[in-house]
Nanobody, 124 residues
């Protein structure tokens, strides 16, 4: 079992920045690829970014490429999502997820563990 807790969400103006954190507890964090997803009201959960177990391999959705940066600190059992140049369309609940795999899955169903989510609201 892995427990995930997100933090760092909030209200920010367009063009601003936020840094999300996801703290993991339970089994060895470095066994898991980590992903960030988001879900806006009335929309399906969508992939934002993913990072491999070691942090060497990283992947982004086209919609956030160049604006968001995913990273992890295996010594602190934490994955981060630095979000810059935020847009109103980035408004959503953001979730982190963990999957015990060498790959970086982009589908929600591939992930075994999820956090409770943190709200990000970007005002125009």
């Amino acid at each position: 079992q892995v427990q995930l807790v997100e933090s760092g969400g909030g209200l920010v103006q367009a063009g601003g920045s936020l840094r999300l954190s996801c703290a993991a507890s339970g089994r060895t964090f470095s066994r898991y690829a980590m992903g960030w997803f988001r879900q806006a009201p009335g929309k399906e959960r969508e992939y934002v970014a993913g990072i491999s177990r070691s942090g060497v391999n990283i992947d982004y959705a086209d919609s956030v490429k160049g604006r968001f940066t995913i990273s992890r600190d295996n010594a602190k059992n934490t994955v981060y999502l630095q979000m810059n140049s935020l847009k109103p369309e980035d408004t959503a609940v953001y979730y982190c997820a963990a999957d015990e795999t060498v790959f970086i899955p982009s589908l929600p169903r591939s992930y075994d563990y999820w956090g409770q989510g943190t709200q990000v609201t970007v005002s125009s």
